[in-house]
C-alpha cells in the first residue's frame, strides 16, 4: 500500500482504564461535556468550527481516521486502499456489513453521495455552501462506485494531503444517503452516520444528547450518553464543573487552572497546542490593502504581555501561521519586535501620521487557541491606540462572527484555527490561499491574494517529497511574514479538565473530543 508521507504528530492522549492496576471499565452511565458555544450545524459538509466537530466527530466515521494520539491515518470505513504511482488514482476497499444509524446499509453508494453532493453542481442533492469541500476535495474529477463495496476518486492532479484530509472531522464522514433524502437541508439538525454513537436530540442552546450505537460496527461504547451542553460564559462553565455537573470541559481560563489542580475530583489535560490564534486584516478594505500599515500593526502589538498576562505563559508568542510542531515551520524567521516608534513611522510613510479607524471584531466565546478573547481584543485595542490606531471592539455571537468573518464584512478580526491534519497545507493554504475567498464561505478571512504565494502553495500539494514539501512551505512563511496579512499573536497550549472518575476520554490534537473507550465510575 503506497501512502503520501504525513507528519506524525506526538501527543499526550488520555488513556484511563486500561492500564494495569487501574479499575475495570464499567459499562453504563452518562457523561456531561462543556461546549464552549452552540453547534451550528451537525452535517458535516458544513461544518467549519471545533465546537460542531467535538459532537459531530463521534456520530460519523470516514474512509479513514485518525489514530488516537497522533495524525497518522488509519483504516474505519475503508480496511484497505491504494494508489496508482502517479498519486491521481485511489481505489477504497470498503468494510461490509456496516449499517448507518437509521439501519440502512453503509456502501460505495453511500460514499459517492457523500462527496457528489458536495462538489457535484448537477448532483440532485448538491448544496453551495461546503466550506471544507473546496480544499478537501479540490481535485477530485471522478467519484466511481467500482461495485458495492469498492469506490475508486479520480484526481485531476497529485494531492500529497488527499488521505490525511479524508480523516478529517469536515466535509469526508460519509453520511446516510436515505437520511439526507429525507430531511433535506435539516439534515443538519438530524444527523445520521456510522459512529459508536447516535444522535437523539438537538434543543438549541441548551444541550445535544447522544446514546450509545449497540450496532456498532465496532467495540460497543461502554457509555450509554453523551450531554452536550453549550455553556458560553467561561465563569458559568467552570462553576458547573466544580459543582460536577459537567465531566469533562476546554476552554479553561488560565486563571482557573491552579484551582482544577487543587481539587481533589479534578484532573488537568495539556499537550502542544495544534493551533494559531491571530488578527486578521481584511487586505480588501483601505487602509489595509497596503502593507506598511499591516507592518505597522504588526510592530504595534505587544505579544508578550498578552502571553505572560492573559495566557498565564500557557502559550508562546506566534511569528508564524503555523506552530512549531508542525514539520515544515521557519525558525529562520525573525519576529516583528514590538516597537511603537516603528508603527508609527510606518504609519507616519503610509499617510497616517494621525493614524486612523476601525473596527476588531471578536466574539465572546472562549475557545482553546483563544481565552478570553474581550480581555486580548482590550490588550490589542490599547496597544493600536498607543500609535494612533481606533479601534473600535463589535462583539458577535458565534453565528454571526463566522458569517461576518467568511463573508468578508469585518475589518479586523481576532481570530484563530485549529490544525485538521497535522500538514503545513490545512494551515497555509487552508488560511492564507486566495482559492479560499469565496464568499459567504471564506475561510481566508485576510482576504489576502497574493500569486508569488498560491504558485508555491499549490506546487506542494502536488509532490510527495516530504524535503521539497518543507522548502516549499518555508518560502510560503517567508512571503507571509513579509507581507504580513495577519498579526500572528500565540501557540496555545491544549489545555481540558476533567472530573477524575472519568476514564478513557481522547483529546485529539486536532481539537476532537473522542468518547468511544471513554467510561464512569
Not at 40 to 68: C, F, M, Q
Not at 116 to 122: E, H, M, V, Y
Request: charged share 25%.
Amino acid at each position: 500500500m503506497k501512502r503520501p508521507v504525513v507528519f506524525l504528530f506526538i501527543s499526550f492522549v488520555l488513556y484511563l482504564g486500561t492500564a494495569l492496576g487501574e479499575p475495570v471499565p464499567k459499562k453504563g452511565g452518562e457523561l456531561f461535556i462543556a461546549q464552549n458555544a452552540d453547534a451550528v450545524s451537525l452535517d458535516p459538509a458544513r461544518i467549519t468550527e471545533s465546537e460542531s466537530g467535538k459532537i459531530s466527530g463521534n456520530i460519523y466515521e470516514g474512509l479513514v481516521g485518525y489514530h488516537d494520539d497522533s495524525t497518522e491515518v488509519q483504516p474505519k470505513l475503508a480496511t484497505s486502499w491504494e494508489t496508482s504511482r502517479d498519486g491521481k488514482k485511489w481505489i477504497f476497499h470498503l468494510r461490509k456489513g456496516v449499517r448507518f444509524h437509521d439501519g440502512t446499509p453503509f456502501n460505495a453508494e453511500a460514499v459517492a453521495f457523500s462527496f457528489l453532493r458536495q462538489i457535484d453542481k448537477k448532483h440532485a442533492y448538491y448544496r453551495e455552501y461546503s466550506p471544507y469541500s473546496d480544499f478537501t476535495f479540490k481535485y477530485v474529477k471522478q467519484v466511481n462506485v467500482v461495485d458495492e463495496y469498492t469506490i475508486k476518486i479520480i484526481l485531476d492532479k497529485a494531492y500529497a494531503p488527499f488521505l490525511y484530509n479524508l480523516a478529517m472531522s469536515a466535509a469526508t464522514p460519509i453520511i446516510s444517503p436515505t437520511a439526507f433524502k429525507k430531511w433535506g437541508d435539516d439534515f443538519e439538525k438530524h444527523p445520521v452516520g456510522t459512529g459508536p454513537f447516535k444522535f437523539k436530540e438537538w434543543i438549541p442552546n441548551n444541550r445535544v444528547v447522544l446514546v450509545a450505537n449497540t450496532d456498532y460496527w465496532g467495540r460497543t461504547p461502554f457509555l450509554n450518553k453523551l450531554i452536550f451542553r453549550p455553556i458560553t460564559n467561561i465563569s458559568t462553565r467552570f462553576e458547573e464543573f466544580l459543582r460536577g455537573r459537567i465531566h469533562v470541559m476546554d476552554g479553561i481560563a488560565p486563571k482557573d487552572i491552579p484551582k482544577i489542580k487543587q481539587m481533589p475530583g479534578g484532573k488537568l489535560f495539556v499537550q502542544p497546542g495544534l493551533n494559531i490564534a491571530y488578527i486578521g486584516m481584511n487586505t480588501e478594505k483601505k487602509p489595509f490593502g497596503q502593507i506598511k500599515v499591516r507592518k505597522a500593526i504588526n510592530y504595534a502589538i505587544n505579544k508578550r504581555n498578552l502571553i505572560k498576562l492573559i495566557y498565564k505563559n500557557l502559550a508562546i508568542p506566534a511569528k508564524n501561521p503555523i506552530p512549531p510542531t508542525i514539520w515544515g515551520y521557519n525558525d529562520n524567521i525573525e519576529d516583528y519586535e514590538y516597537s511603537t516608534r516603528k508603527a508609527k513611522q510606518l504609519l507616519k510613510e503610509a499617510g497616517f501620521k494621525n493614524g486612523f479607524k476601525t473596527t476588531l471584531s471578536i466574539t465572546d466565546i472562549s475557545r482553546p487557541y483563544l481565552p478570553q478573547p474581550k480581555k486580548i481584543a482590550r490588550a490589542i485595542k490599547s496597544n493600536l491606540s498607543a500609535v494612533g490606531i481606533k479601534a473600535k471592539i463589535v462583539s458577535y455571537d458565534w453565528r454571526t462572527y463566522l458569517r461576518k468573518l467568511q463573508n468578508g464584512e469585518h475589518d479586523m478580526c481576532l481570530s484563530g484555527w485549529l490544525g485538521d491534519n497535522g500538514d503545513p497545507d490545512n494551515f497555509l493554504y487552508v488560511l492564507l490561499d486566495q482559492d479560499n475567498l469565496i464568499k459567504p464561505k471564506s475561510t481566508n478571512f485576510a482576504f489576502f491574494k497574493y500569486q508569488r504565494l498560491h504558485d508555491i502553495l499549490i506546487k506542494a500539494q502536488q509532490i510527495t517529497n516530504k524535503q521539497k514539501r518543507i522548502k516549499l512551505y518555508r518560502k510560503a512563511q517567508e512571503i507571509i511574514h513579509d507581507q504580513s496579512p495577519w498579526v500572528p499573536l500565540a501557540h496555545a497550549q491544549k489545555i481540558a479538565a476533567f472530573q477524575k472518575k472519568v476514564h478513557g476520554v481522547v483529546f485529539h490534537p486536532t481539537g476532537i473530543i473522542l468518547f468511544h473507550r471513554a467510561w464512569i465510575e
